[in-house]
DNA sequence: TTTAAATAGGACTAAAATGGTCCTCAATTG
DNA sequence: CAATTGAGGACCATTTTAGTCCTATTTAAA
């Protein structure tokens, strides 16, 4: 179903929360409350979001994340890649030693046109998009062909 | 990583085999010695296709699979769908119930977008396109972004 | 200076999904 | 009627994922 992981779905809840109030520096215990999510399932998704400098953190008593920067500069696919690793559908797409199927396997450029095509849609929806209200939204729905798009001249 | 499964994988394998002599009948054991994944998992991989109306198939003596349509006609999106279930890249997005979160999750809608986009990219590219050398698709490879994309007017 | 509150990092366990195999039945051809 | 081939589904083993917990480390405040 190309399902993304249920972490990644928690952390665009997290992030959601975040960034209505951006700045503001937020405890994990805090974030658990209020979004329901297990407190050390918060803190697994907050540290893997710190290392992919999505957010910021501070340590010690009164410290907790914030955003590294605005929503608007935050992408889904940025969220995606720091906790699920690359985005790419096939595995002979990251590996680049090639599949050891004998005969008929060239078709990884092929594949590599759609992970583009994944990332880019991805790549265009940010934090800030998430959070406006869904209505506005909604008029982008109609959407995107490569045949339509006639990129190379 | 956005990852499909391997049987899906597989399945563009075998599809490409078969795109290439279209119209043939093969039997699920000449596909498995050509590509080299086993008999049974070939056997699964079938079925599913024939299910979701890719293949059509023969039994008895003589029997096997064949192409339901032309490679132009067959997506990248159908063979997904055929193995995976609905291209959804949140639990929520399928089941229209809603997610249990209490408080932030109004963010359903944009998944939607986001949903669409990575359909339509997956739409867009056939089983012809797989088996085409791998140069003639390399200038396709700038890609969509859907701010834009001025849909809306 | 001590204590409490907070993150960092990683090990570990349990549960779920996936991959892969096998068995029995049904259909078709010679 | 026998041989060949697909249909359908049950089943197990493996891998992946989710979730928890433990032990540092850092910082602010008492």
Redesign the interface.
């Known amino acids: 179903?190309?399902?993304?992981s249920?972490l990644t779905?928690y952390a665009?809840?997290i992030l959601?929360?975040m960034a209505?109030d951006n700045e503001r520096i937020c405890a994990a215990m805090e974030i658990s409350t209020?979004?329901?999510?297990a407190l050390p399932t918060v803190s697994k998704i907050l540290k893997a979001l710190v290392n992919a400098h999505v957010l910021v953190s501070t340590r010690g008593t009164k410290g907790g994340y914030a955003l590294a920067t605005t929503p608007e500069n935050i992408t889904?696919a940025t969220i995606?890649i720091a906790l699920?690793?690359?985005?790419?559908?096939?595995?002979?797409s990251?590996s680049q030693q090639g599949c050891e199927?004998?005969?008929?396997?060239?078709?990884?450029?092929?594949w590599?046109?759609?992970n583009?095509?994944?990332y880019?849609?991805?790549?265009?929806?940010t934090l800030a998009?998430?959070?406006?209200?869904?209505e506005t939204?909604?008029?982008?729905?109609?959407?995107?062909?490569?045949?339509n798009?006639n990129?190379?001249q």
Chains 1, 2 share one sequence.
């Open positions: 179903m190309l399902r993304l249920k779905d665009t809840v959601s929360f209505k209020v979004t329901g999510i889904v995606i699920e690793g690359p985005i790419a559908v096939t595995e002979c990251i199927q004998a005969a008929g396997c060239n078709i990884s450029g092929h590599n046109v759609i583009r095509a994944i880019n849609a991805l790549e265009s929806v998009d998430m959070i406006k209200p869904q939204l909604i008029p982008v729905a109609s959407l995107y062909r490569i045949e798009h990129v190379s």
